[in-house]
């Protein structure tokens, strides 16, 4: 490592969010223990630290920052290059922040209050101010002052997570029971949109915002998950079929507007937005912003990666999402063309992974990243296609087919 040369160390529970580029040259990973954690350990034993568990849960970000490791990788660091390394984690929250403080770290993401306004269901809609027209129809209630009006809404608390805040009032009896259990609950409800949804990343520097290749957004689909609106991966090849020319600037001039926004408000790096295409109009409503690295942008970057090696020029995805955020140029981003990925999530049927099912789906040709998590609706395979696996919205062509049947073969 050369004198003075800047260092960033990404501390992050799940080692694939780090994933972007690979370890080394100025860029270490603090991540959990586990198999997979080890294989790419061993692959760069110098630059990735894994740390044990103390409980059957993985530690969160705020205890590997806490942790002896990282604080001998920082010590380690230091004495070599003559200064302290940035800090990067997936995503900055109002617990995570106060712990690089008091060690005297000094963490490259966006502030978590600015972060917190956006995402925030509620919050975000002053936010949001005239761009809150791209939302679908929508109001704030308390939920014992919601009335029934015959038709099914869409109910949001003002936090959530891959879709666990979300929930669809088919019926009058759905929402009694949810004013019975939180009667004074603040709520944002919103005119249910039938259609398929769609995921871009962007970027925003100090002076461009990047907007990825949209990917169609894979949600609810058994066996991969009991939720019905939870994310559950993403197909940036199937939306050569679902999206046709006009729609694909429709979805950049919002990203490019709300980019635009949120770099007035000084948000530097990674952010996400989720848009749904109403199937009986076409139009693109907003239903959410991920103001923080979304979990698609390792693979982007991945695949981005491979378009490289074949003659594409531009930056990936996680390229510019470091630039920004250390405050250098950044360019224009490689286009994506095709591949996949999607999550098997935490259910009632599916609480481990066998290694014969990881077997089966790398012998199909398949990347599958196995994770140690047991809450319910959590993370427990991640699996990458360097092809489309969706035939259309909800569908799964042969590719998906085979992954789905290995899944359900574990």
């Known amino acids: ?68 490791a990282s604080e001998d990788l920082v010590a380690r660091i230091t004495k070599e290059s003559g200064a302290k ?32 306004k ?35 809404f869409i109910l949001q608390w003002a936090h959530g997570h ?5 929930v669809l009032i088919r019926f009058e009896q759905d929402l009694s029971t949810l004013q019975s259990r939180f009667p004074h609950r ?70 490019m507007e709300i980019g635009t926004k949120m770099q007035k408000d000084f948000w530097r790096g990674l952010f996400g937005i989720d848009i749904i295409k109403e199937s009986s109009t076409g139009k693109f409503f907003l239903i959410e912003i991920n103001a923080r690295q979304p979990a698609s942008a390792p693979f982007e970057s991945e695949l981005q990666r491979a378009r490289r090696a074949e003659g594409a020029l531009g930056m990936t995805t996680f390229e510019a999402h470091i630039a920004a955020l250390m405050g250098r140029p950044v360019s224009s981003l490689i286009e994506i063309e095709d591949g996949a990925q999607i999550i098997q999530r935490v259910t009632q049927s599916a609480r481990s992974v066998p290694a014969s099912a990881v077997a089966a789906l790398e012998l199909d040709g398949f990347t599958a990243i196995p994770y140690e998590n047991h809450t319910m ?14 035939a259309g919205h909800g569908t799964f062509n042969d590719q998906g087919k085979r992954i789905a049947e290995n899944v359900y073969l574990r």
């Open 162 to 166: 891959t879709g666990g805040g979300t």
């Open 85 to 116: 390394p940035y800090i990067l984690v997936f995503k900055n929250t109002e617990r995570i922040e106060p712990i690089a403080h008091e060690r005297g770290w000094t963490l490259i993401n966006p502030v978590a209050a600015s972060g917190e």
């Open 186 to 255: 603040v709520s944002r409800l919103t005119d249910y949109v039938d259609g398929p949804s769609f995921t871009v990343n962007v970027i925003a520097s100090p002076d461009k915002i990047l907007v990825s290749s949209p990917s169609y957004q894979i949600t609810g689909l058994p066996p991969f998950t009991e939720s019905a609106f939870s994310t559950i991966g993403n197909d940036w090849g199937a939306v050569r079929t679902m999206l046709t020319a006009e729609d694909r600037a429709a979805i950049k001039a919002m990203a």
């Open 377 to 390: 609706n959590s993370d427990l395979i991640r699996i990458q296609s360097k092809k489309s696996i969706m």
């Open 1 to 68: 490592m050369s004198q003075g040369k800047e260092t960033i160390v990404y501390i992050t529970r799940d080692i694939d969010r780090a994933l972007g580029m690979a370890p080394g040259q100025g860029y270490f990973i603090v991540s959990n223990r586990t198999l997979y954690g080890e294989s790419i350990a061993k692959q760069h034993p110098d630059n990735v630290i894994l740390v044990d568990s103390m409980t059957e849960d993985s530690a969160s970000t705020g205890e590997l920052i806490r942790s002896k």
């Open 118 to 152: 956006i995402e925030n269901k509620i919050s975000q809609i002053a936010w949001l101010g005239e761009l809150s027209r791209y939302l679908p129809p929508h109001r704030i209630a308390l939920t014992k002052d919601i009335k029934w009006q015959n038709q099914p």
